[in-house]
């Protein structure tokens, strides 16, 4: 088995680019794209922010660990779970290897810049300051985004130079840049 055998699974912070970024790289790699959001919102049949309100967050993690239970055995394809995914205990081993974990590393100022721009709904970020939440989350985070195999800096690096080095990593390279 080589590393291309496995799953590319994107981390980080929302806004980090997981969903934009995995698009492109499954289509050049001719492989499914997952963003565990939509596919949630597909099961449940409602927003993640209305699962959230209605069911709270363990609920919503526990359904990101069934999904990625039913994903260690699937096919390989290009994964873009929800910046929160890193949290639930056990899930990265459950994909890697043949996996590969990726943290778009992104600064919590850069992200709130990013999502500001965006009209989806963030739960963990509905707060009276969205901004210091998200300086909660990184600090809570970075050290299960640096368990990733690879990080990529997306504040240095073009949105072509991540997806090269993703695409690079599928087909068992290494990056150079990050």
Same mark, same amino acid.
């Given at each position: 088995m080589t590393q291309s055998d496995g799953h590319l699974v994107l981390v980080g912070l929302p806004g980090a680019g997981k969903s934009t970024i995995g698009r492109v790289v499954a289509r050049q790699l001719r492989r499914p794209f @997952?963003?565990?959001? +939509?596919?949630?919102? =597909?099961?449940?049949?409602c927003t993640v922010a209305q699962y959230f309100a209605r069911s709270g967050e363990a609920a919503f993690r526990e359904l990101?660990? /069934? @999904?990625? =239970?039913? /994903?260690? $055995?699937? +096919? #390989?394809?290009? /994964?873009? #779970?929800?910046?929160?995914?890193? $949290?639930?205990p056990g899930v990265m081993q459950l994909l890697r290897p043949p996996g590969r974990i990726v943290h778009l590393r992104v600064s919590p100022q850069e992200a709130m810049r990013r999502i500001a721009r965006s009209r989806h709904v963030r739960p963990l970020l &509905?707060?009276?300051d969205p901004e210091a939440?998200?300086?909660?989350l990184w600090a809570a985070r970075r050290a299960l985004y640096a368990q990733a195999d690879v990080v @990529?800096?997306?504040?240095? @690096? $073009?949105? &072509? &130079?991540v997806i090269d080095s993703v695409v690079k990593l599928a087909h068992g390279g290494t990056p150079g840049i990050g």
């Open positions: @997952l963003d565990f959001d +939509a596919e949630i919102e =597909r099961r449940v049949h990101e660990r /069934l @999904l990625t =239970r039913e /994903l260690a $055995t699937a +096919a #390989p394809m290009v /994964l873009a #779970p929800g910046g929160g995914w890193v $949290t639930n &509905q707060e009276a939440k998200m300086r909660e @990529l800096d997306v504040e240095r @690096l $073009t949105s &072509q &130079q």
